[in-house]
Protein backbone atom coordinates (compact mmCIF):
# COMPACT_ATOMS: atom_id res chain seq x y z
CA UNK A 1 0.00 0.00 0.00
CA UNK A 2 2.72 2.29 0.69
CA UNK A 3 3.85 2.10 -2.71
CA UNK A 4 0.80 2.26 -4.33
CA UNK A 5 0.94 5.85 -1.92
CA UNK A 6 4.13 6.87 -2.96
CA UNK A 7 3.33 6.31 -7.34
CA UNK A 8 0.26 8.11 -6.44
CA UNK A 9 2.01 10.77 -4.64
CA UNK A 10 4.37 11.05 -7.66
CA UNK A 11 1.63 11.33 -10.36
CA UNK A 12 -0.21 14.20 -9.31
CA UNK A 13 2.81 16.00 -8.46
CA UNK A 14 3.61 15.38 -11.94
CA UNK A 15 0.60 16.36 -13.27
CA UNK A 16 0.95 19.69 -11.42
CA UNK A 17 4.59 20.21 -12.38
CA UNK A 18 2.78 20.15 -16.09
CA UNK A 19 0.67 22.79 -14.88
CA UNK A 20 3.35 25.12 -13.22
CA UNK A 21 6.25 24.56 -16.30
CA UNK A 22 6.64 26.88 -19.16
CA UNK A 23 3.91 26.87 -21.25
CA UNK A 24 5.62 25.39 -24.37
CA UNK A 25 3.04 23.12 -26.42
CA UNK A 26 3.46 20.41 -28.65
CA UNK A 27 2.93 21.77 -32.41
CA UNK A 28 -0.79 20.66 -33.75
CA UNK A 29 -0.92 18.42 -36.60
CA UNK A 30 -2.49 18.73 -39.59
CA UNK A 31 -5.87 16.37 -39.56
CA UNK A 32 -5.08 12.92 -41.96
CA UNK A 33 -8.38 12.31 -43.75
CA UNK A 34 -10.52 13.61 -41.26
CA UNK A 35 -8.83 11.57 -38.84
CA UNK A 36 -8.81 12.18 -35.36
CA UNK A 37 -12.46 13.50 -35.31
CA UNK A 38 -13.05 12.26 -31.79
CA UNK A 39 -11.85 11.35 -28.61
CA UNK A 40 -8.75 9.13 -28.24
CA UNK A 41 -9.07 6.82 -25.56
CA UNK A 42 -5.93 5.16 -23.79
CA UNK A 43 -6.28 1.25 -22.16
CA UNK A 44 -3.44 1.42 -18.82
CA UNK A 45 -4.05 -2.38 -18.16
CA UNK A 46 -3.60 -1.58 -14.32
CA UNK A 47 -5.06 -0.01 -11.61
CA UNK A 48 -4.54 3.96 -11.28
CA UNK A 49 -1.61 4.91 -9.46
CA UNK A 50 1.34 2.50 -10.67
CA UNK A 51 3.95 2.60 -13.35
CA UNK A 52 1.54 2.09 -16.18
CA UNK A 53 -1.06 4.54 -15.85
CA UNK A 54 1.95 7.36 -14.84
CA UNK A 55 3.36 6.82 -17.95
CA UNK A 56 0.18 7.12 -20.10
CA UNK A 57 -0.91 9.90 -17.87
CA UNK A 58 2.57 11.74 -18.72
CA UNK A 59 1.93 11.39 -22.23
CA UNK A 60 -1.76 11.80 -22.41
CA UNK A 61 -2.15 15.23 -20.26
CA UNK A 62 -0.36 17.39 -23.34
CA UNK A 63 -1.07 15.13 -26.10
CA UNK A 64 -4.07 17.15 -27.00
CA UNK A 65 -2.15 19.87 -27.84
CA UNK A 66 -0.62 17.76 -31.30
CA UNK A 67 -3.86 16.12 -31.77
CA UNK A 68 -6.56 18.34 -31.29
CA UNK A 69 -8.45 16.23 -30.13
CA UNK A 70 -8.97 14.54 -25.95
CA UNK A 71 -7.14 11.64 -24.74
CA UNK A 72 -9.04 9.54 -22.17
CA UNK A 73 -7.18 6.97 -19.90
CA UNK A 74 -9.31 3.87 -19.42
CA UNK A 75 -7.81 1.77 -16.60
CA UNK A 76 -8.40 -2.00 -16.44
CA UNK A 77 -6.22 -4.42 -14.09
CA UNK A 78 -6.58 -7.85 -13.52
CA UNK A 79 -4.39 -10.84 -14.32
CA UNK A 80 -1.21 -9.46 -14.53
CA UNK A 81 -2.24 -7.12 -17.38
CA UNK A 82 -3.47 -9.43 -19.65
CA UNK A 83 -7.21 -8.38 -19.44
CA UNK A 84 -6.97 -4.75 -20.35
CA UNK A 85 -4.79 -6.24 -23.55
CA UNK A 86 -6.96 -8.71 -24.34
CA UNK A 87 -9.83 -6.43 -24.84
CA UNK A 88 -11.67 -6.22 -27.88
CA UNK A 89 -11.16 -2.64 -29.52
CA UNK A 90 -12.24 -1.33 -33.37
CA UNK A 91 -8.53 -0.97 -35.64
CA UNK A 92 -9.63 2.63 -36.15
CA UNK A 93 -7.20 4.52 -33.97
CA UNK A 94 -9.34 5.62 -31.42
CA UNK A 95 -7.91 2.61 -28.81
CA UNK A 96 -4.09 2.67 -28.31
CA UNK A 97 -3.27 0.09 -24.97
CA UNK A 98 -0.49 1.15 -23.06
CA UNK A 99 1.78 -2.02 -22.94
CA UNK A 100 5.21 -2.67 -20.79
CA UNK A 101 7.98 -4.62 -21.03
CA UNK A 102 6.15 -7.50 -18.25
CA UNK A 103 2.88 -7.50 -20.46
CA UNK A 104 3.99 -7.69 -23.71
CA UNK A 105 7.42 -9.49 -23.76
CA UNK A 106 6.90 -12.11 -20.11
CA UNK A 107 3.13 -12.49 -20.16
CA UNK A 108 3.07 -14.65 -23.40
CA UNK A 109 5.68 -17.06 -22.24
CA UNK A 110 4.95 -17.11 -18.44
CA UNK A 111 0.96 -17.60 -18.76
CA UNK A 112 -0.27 -20.66 -20.53
CA UNK A 113 -3.09 -19.04 -21.97
CA UNK A 114 -2.20 -15.08 -21.77
CA UNK A 115 -5.46 -14.00 -24.28
CA UNK A 116 -3.61 -12.08 -26.78
CA UNK A 117 -0.52 -12.46 -29.02
CA UNK A 118 1.45 -9.45 -28.95
CA UNK A 119 2.97 -10.01 -32.39
CA UNK A 120 -0.45 -11.01 -33.77
CA UNK A 121 -2.80 -8.20 -31.98
CA UNK A 122 -0.90 -5.10 -31.77
CA UNK A 123 1.13 -2.64 -33.88
CA UNK A 124 3.67 -1.13 -32.02
CA UNK A 125 3.19 3.04 -31.91
CA UNK A 126 5.92 3.99 -30.32
CA UNK A 127 8.14 3.35 -26.81
CA UNK A 128 7.74 6.15 -24.16
CA UNK A 129 10.35 5.28 -22.02
CA UNK A 130 13.29 2.51 -20.83
CA UNK A 131 14.13 2.36 -17.25
CA UNK A 132 16.28 0.14 -14.97
CA UNK A 133 15.28 -1.73 -11.96
CA UNK A 134 17.14 -1.26 -8.92
CA UNK A 135 18.73 -2.94 -6.18
CA UNK A 136 17.61 -1.81 -2.39
CA UNK A 137 18.28 -2.54 0.69
CA UNK A 138 16.73 -0.66 4.18
CA UNK A 139 18.82 2.34 5.35
CA UNK A 140 19.65 0.54 8.20
CA UNK A 141 20.94 -2.68 6.34
CA UNK A 142 24.52 -3.55 7.00
CA UNK A 143 24.76 -4.08 2.97
CA UNK A 144 26.33 -1.04 2.04
CA UNK A 145 27.65 -1.85 -1.56
CA UNK A 146 26.77 -4.57 -4.50
CA UNK A 147 30.09 -5.89 -3.25
CA UNK A 148 28.79 -6.47 0.15
CA UNK A 149 25.56 -8.42 -1.15
CA UNK A 150 27.84 -10.82 -3.71
CA UNK A 151 30.55 -11.53 -0.78
CA UNK A 152 27.07 -12.61 2.05
CA UNK A 153 25.06 -14.07 -0.35
CA UNK A 154 28.27 -16.01 -1.01
CA UNK A 155 29.19 -17.03 1.73
CA UNK A 156 25.80 -17.67 3.01
CA UNK A 157 24.37 -19.44 0.09
CA UNK A 158 20.58 -19.45 -0.01
CA UNK A 159 20.43 -17.29 3.28
CA UNK A 160 19.88 -14.03 1.64
CA UNK A 161 16.50 -13.25 0.59
CA UNK A 162 15.24 -10.97 -1.84
CA UNK A 163 11.99 -9.65 -2.08
CA UNK A 164 9.67 -8.99 -5.51
CA UNK A 165 6.10 -7.49 -6.14
CA UNK A 166 5.46 -11.18 -7.22
CA UNK A 167 6.47 -14.49 -8.97
CA UNK A 168 6.94 -14.03 -12.90
CA UNK A 169 7.34 -10.07 -12.35
CA UNK A 170 10.31 -8.73 -13.73
CA UNK A 171 12.08 -8.25 -10.57
CA UNK A 172 11.81 -11.91 -10.02
CA UNK A 173 13.69 -12.92 -13.60
CA UNK A 174 16.32 -10.43 -12.85
CA UNK A 175 16.74 -12.43 -9.72
CA UNK A 176 17.16 -15.47 -11.22
CA UNK A 177 19.45 -13.98 -13.70
CA UNK A 178 21.73 -12.60 -10.68
CA UNK A 179 21.28 -16.25 -8.63
CA UNK A 180 21.87 -18.90 -11.59
CA UNK A 181 24.06 -16.89 -13.59
CA UNK A 182 26.04 -14.62 -11.99
CA UNK A 183 27.22 -16.56 -8.83
CA UNK A 184 24.87 -14.55 -6.56
CA UNK A 185 22.47 -16.50 -4.96
CA UNK A 186 19.44 -15.56 -3.26
CA UNK A 187 16.20 -17.09 -2.09
CA UNK A 188 13.26 -15.10 -3.86
CA UNK A 189 10.31 -13.88 -1.38
CA UNK A 190 7.37 -13.21 -3.55
CA UNK A 191 4.70 -10.60 -2.56
CA UNK A 192 1.10 -9.14 -3.81
CA UNK A 193 2.62 -6.06 -5.11
CA UNK A 194 5.54 -3.93 -4.33
CA UNK A 195 4.10 -2.33 -1.40
CA UNK A 196 3.99 -5.23 1.18
CA UNK A 197 7.52 -5.85 0.11
CA UNK A 198 8.93 -2.39 0.57
CA UNK A 199 7.21 -2.79 4.23
CA UNK A 200 9.02 -5.60 5.00
CA UNK A 201 12.27 -4.46 3.34
CA UNK A 202 11.90 -1.61 5.76
CA UNK A 203 11.37 -3.82 8.51
CA UNK A 204 13.93 -5.77 7.70
CA UNK A 205 12.14 -9.38 7.50
CA UNK A 206 14.16 -9.69 3.96
CA UNK A 207 17.38 -8.17 2.72
CA UNK A 208 17.30 -6.73 -0.33
CA UNK A 209 14.51 -5.78 -2.58
CA UNK A 210 14.69 -5.67 -6.70
CA UNK A 211 11.78 -3.20 -8.22
CA UNK A 212 11.39 -0.63 -10.38
CA UNK A 213 12.91 2.84 -9.82
CA UNK A 214 9.44 4.67 -9.98
CA UNK A 215 8.26 2.53 -6.40
CA UNK A 216 11.75 3.69 -4.92
CA UNK A 217 12.82 6.89 -6.33
CA UNK A 218 11.42 8.74 -3.74
CA UNK A 219 12.54 6.66 -0.79
CA UNK A 220 16.05 7.24 -2.08
CA UNK A 221 15.67 10.94 -2.02
CA UNK A 222 14.34 10.43 1.46
CA UNK A 223 16.97 8.19 3.14
CA UNK A 224 14.75 5.49 3.78
CA UNK A 225 16.32 2.85 0.64
CA UNK A 226 19.96 2.80 -0.42
CA UNK A 227 20.35 1.62 -4.04
CA UNK A 228 22.91 -0.84 -4.99
CA UNK A 229 22.95 -1.25 -7.99
CA UNK A 230 20.69 -0.50 -11.22
CA UNK A 231 20.19 -2.96 -13.98
CA UNK A 232 20.03 0.49 -16.97
CA UNK A 233 22.95 0.31 -19.62
CA UNK A 234 23.98 3.65 -17.83
CA UNK A 235 23.38 5.61 -14.77
CA UNK A 236 20.23 7.59 -14.72
CA UNK A 237 17.79 10.60 -12.75
CA UNK A 238 18.17 10.76 -9.10
CA UNK A 239 20.23 7.26 -9.54
CA UNK A 240 23.04 8.92 -10.93
CA UNK A 241 25.49 8.05 -8.15
CA UNK A 242 24.50 4.50 -8.31
CA UNK A 243 26.70 1.99 -10.23
CA UNK A 244 24.93 -0.53 -13.33
CA UNK A 245 25.14 -3.71 -12.74
CA UNK A 246 27.65 -3.92 -16.08
CA UNK A 247 29.71 -1.27 -14.34
CA UNK A 248 29.94 -4.19 -11.63
CA UNK A 249 31.64 -6.77 -14.26
CA UNK A 250 28.31 -8.64 -14.03
CA UNK A 251 27.12 -10.48 -17.48
CA UNK A 252 24.01 -10.55 -19.41
CA UNK A 253 22.84 -7.99 -16.96
CA UNK A 254 21.12 -5.54 -18.64
CA UNK A 255 17.63 -5.17 -18.06
CA UNK A 256 15.01 -2.33 -18.74
CA UNK A 257 11.75 -2.36 -18.05
CA UNK A 258 9.68 -0.25 -20.66
CA UNK A 259 5.88 1.48 -21.36
CA UNK A 260 4.87 2.17 -25.06
CA UNK A 261 1.84 2.30 -26.86
CA UNK A 262 0.19 -0.07 -29.24
CA UNK A 263 -2.80 0.24 -31.68
CA UNK A 264 -4.95 -3.08 -32.32
CA UNK A 265 -3.56 -4.67 -35.49
CA UNK A 266 -5.42 -3.70 -38.33
CA UNK A 267 -5.41 -0.24 -37.52
CA UNK A 268 -4.94 1.74 -40.74
CA UNK A 269 -1.22 2.77 -41.27
CA UNK A 270 -1.78 6.43 -41.49
CA UNK A 271 -3.68 6.67 -38.31
CA UNK A 272 -0.81 4.76 -36.56
CA UNK A 273 1.86 7.17 -38.47
CA UNK A 274 -0.34 9.98 -36.99
CA UNK A 275 -0.42 8.77 -33.31
CA UNK A 276 3.29 8.00 -33.67
CA UNK A 277 4.06 11.77 -34.68
CA UNK A 278 1.57 12.93 -31.81
CA UNK A 279 3.06 11.02 -29.11
CA UNK A 280 6.71 11.90 -29.89
CA UNK A 281 5.93 15.84 -30.37
CA UNK A 282 4.42 15.19 -26.78
CA UNK A 283 7.42 13.73 -25.41
CA UNK A 284 9.97 15.66 -27.03
CA UNK A 285 8.19 18.60 -24.73
CA UNK A 286 10.63 19.56 -22.07
CA UNK A 287 8.28 19.35 -19.56
CA UNK A 288 7.04 15.78 -20.09
CA UNK A 289 11.37 14.92 -20.75
CA UNK A 290 11.65 16.16 -17.24
CA UNK A 291 8.68 14.20 -16.17
CA UNK A 292 10.37 11.04 -17.63
CA UNK A 293 13.41 11.70 -16.26
CA UNK A 294 12.67 12.70 -12.53
CA UNK A 295 10.89 9.81 -12.57
CA UNK A 296 14.42 7.60 -13.27
CA UNK A 297 13.67 6.25 -16.97
CA UNK A 298 14.77 8.02 -19.99
CA UNK A 299 12.33 9.11 -23.37
CA UNK A 300 12.84 6.77 -26.03
CA UNK A 301 10.28 8.00 -28.34
CA UNK A 302 11.11 5.35 -31.37
CA UNK A 303 10.02 4.58 -34.97
CA UNK A 304 7.63 1.60 -35.00
CA UNK A 305 9.56 -0.36 -36.63
CA UNK A 306 12.68 -0.20 -33.65
CA UNK A 307 10.07 -0.80 -31.31
CA UNK A 308 8.46 -3.82 -32.44
CA UNK A 309 12.34 -5.01 -33.02
CA UNK A 310 12.95 -4.50 -29.19
CA UNK A 311 9.48 -6.00 -28.74
CA UNK A 312 10.81 -9.62 -30.50
CA UNK A 313 14.03 -9.19 -29.21
CA UNK A 314 12.66 -8.87 -25.54
CA UNK A 315 10.35 -11.61 -26.22
CA UNK A 316 12.96 -14.08 -26.81
CA UNK A 317 15.14 -13.16 -24.30
CA UNK A 318 12.55 -13.39 -21.51
CA UNK A 319 11.11 -16.64 -22.99
CA UNK A 320 14.48 -17.97 -22.05
CA UNK A 321 14.70 -16.76 -18.53
CA UNK A 322 10.98 -18.05 -17.72
CA UNK A 323 11.65 -21.36 -18.37
CA UNK A 324 15.38 -20.83 -16.26
CA UNK A 325 13.27 -19.66 -13.32
CA UNK A 326 10.26 -22.47 -13.54
CA UNK A 327 7.45 -20.10 -13.13
CA UNK A 328 4.46 -20.89 -14.96
CA UNK A 329 0.74 -19.44 -14.38
CA UNK A 330 -2.19 -20.95 -15.54
Excluded: C
Amino acid sequence: MFATLNLARMLAASLAALAMLSQATAEPLAARNGYPAQPIRFISPFPPGGGNDASTRWVTTRLTEATGQPSVVENRGGAGGNIGAKAEAKPDGYTVLTGQVSLMAVNPALYSAPGFDPLKNFVPITQINAAPLAIVVASASPLKSFADLVARSKGEPGRVTYATPGNGTLSHLVGVVLSKENGVPMTHVPYKGAGPAINDLLGQQVDVLITSTSSVAGMIQAGQVRALAVTSPRRIGVFGKVPTLEELGLRNARFEDWYGFFAPAGTPPERVAFLHDAIVRTLQLPEVTKLVVDGGSEVVANTPEAFAAQLRQDMERWSRVVKLSGAKID
